[in-house]
Structure formats: structure tokens, C-alpha cells
């Protein structure tokens, strides 16, 4: 059963691994937002934005709502919120370290 859950973790740390992903995640930590947004904000194409947006949505690490001809993505989970923040301050400790890292 352990390996099993171990698996799992991994796969959810892969998902935030992706620069990309986590960008987009990164832009909707201050509420929902339309593609168009998360677009001007992370740089990122719009079908790259697409495509993540709708990965992370079946994941369940945002969900979407639709409001007139527009479709608003936001994170799904507070935790998700509470691990980008942890993620900070460990790198607020270690970030140096982890940059210099050369293993990953």
C-alpha cells in the first residue's frame, strides 16, 4: 500500500514540477481567473494554457465556471494554496542550495 501512495505523491509533484503548470497555478493564487488572463500574466500561449488549465482541471487542482461567453478557472483546494506558500518559505531557507543543485 505504501508504494502505492508513494506513486501517487510523485505523480502530484510531478504535476507541479512542469514550470508551465505551476505557472499557471501560480497566476490563480489571487482568485479565478479567464484563459485570456492567466495568458498576459504567465506568457504562456493560449492553447499551452489551454491545455494545462484543462490537466490540472482533471487532476482537480482547479475547477472552472462559466460566467456569459467566458470561462473562469480557480484553484480547487485552499491546500493547494497553503503548499505554494509552504513551497516559498522552504525556499526562503534552501532556495540558494536548490539552485545550485545539479542531481535535478
Do not use: W
Amino acid at each position: 500500500m505504501q508504494g502505492d501512495n508513494l506513486a501517487l505523491k510523485a505523480k502530484l509533484f510531478r504535476g507541479f514540477a512542469d514550470p508551465s503548470r505551476l505557472a499557471v497555478l501560480e497566476a490563480l493564487k489571487d482568485g479565478a481567473r479567464c484563459v485570456s488572463e492567466v495568458v498576459g500574466i504567465t506568457g504562456l500561449s493560449q492553447p499551452n494554457v489551454s491545455a494545462h488549465l484543462s490537466c490540472l482541471e482533471d487532476c482537480g487542482l482547479v475547477k472552472k465556471r462559466k460566467k456569459g461567453r467566458y470561462v473562469y478557472y480557480q484553484i480547487a483546494n485552499k491546500k493547494v494554496l497553503r503548499l505554494l506558500s509552504q513551497a516559498e518559505e522552504i525556499l526562503s531557507e534552501v532556495g540558494e542550495e536548490v539552485y545550485k543543485c545539479t542531481r535535478y
